[in-house]
């Protein structure tokens, strides 16, 4: 079956930097569209950034565009969210998924398969 395992959240100061990671298995990792999302208590799912089959398109939300980047390595079947100037507000739970299509998406709901979430929390 699919599996979708993040690493690399953890506890942060404002301004520092992060590296999650996405392994998956499971599917055919170079033919995914993957993403990040995130979700902070209280707070709706929020799209962070996705990255095409090749990884020669990204696409970023606006409250994170400049400060973070999403690449991927289809040889090791992993995708990462490098995060820097980190901001208290990104705080949150992140999660990976994978969507079949083509298309760019930031729907939650268009993407097929999920992991579980790794919290970071940013401190002021």
């Known amino acids: 079956q699919v599996q979708l395992v993040e690493s690399g959240g953890g506890l942060v100061q404002a301004g520092g930097s992060m590296r999650l990671s996405c392994v998956a298995s499971?599917?055919?990792?170079?033919?995914?569209?993957m993403g990040w999302f995130r979700q902070a208590p209280g707070k709706e799912r929020e799209f962070v950034a996705n990255?095409?089959?090749?990884?020669?398109?990204?696409n970023y939300a606006d409250s994170v565009k400049g400060r973070f980047t999403i690449s991927r390595d289809n040889a090791k079947n992993t995708v990462y969210l490098q995060m820097n100037s980190l901001k208290p507000e990104d705080t949150a739970v992140y999660s990976c998924?994978?969507?079949?299509?083509?298309?760019?998406?930031?729907?939650?709901?268009?993407?097929?398969?999920w992991g579980q979430g790794t919290q970071v929390t940013v401190s002021s």
């Open positions: 998924a994978a969507r079949r299509g083509l298309s760019m998406s930031e729907l939650h709901r268009d993407y097929e398969y």
């Open positions: 499971g599917l055919t990792f170079s033919r995914s569209l």
């Open positions: 990255i095409n089959w090749t990884g020669g398109m990204t």
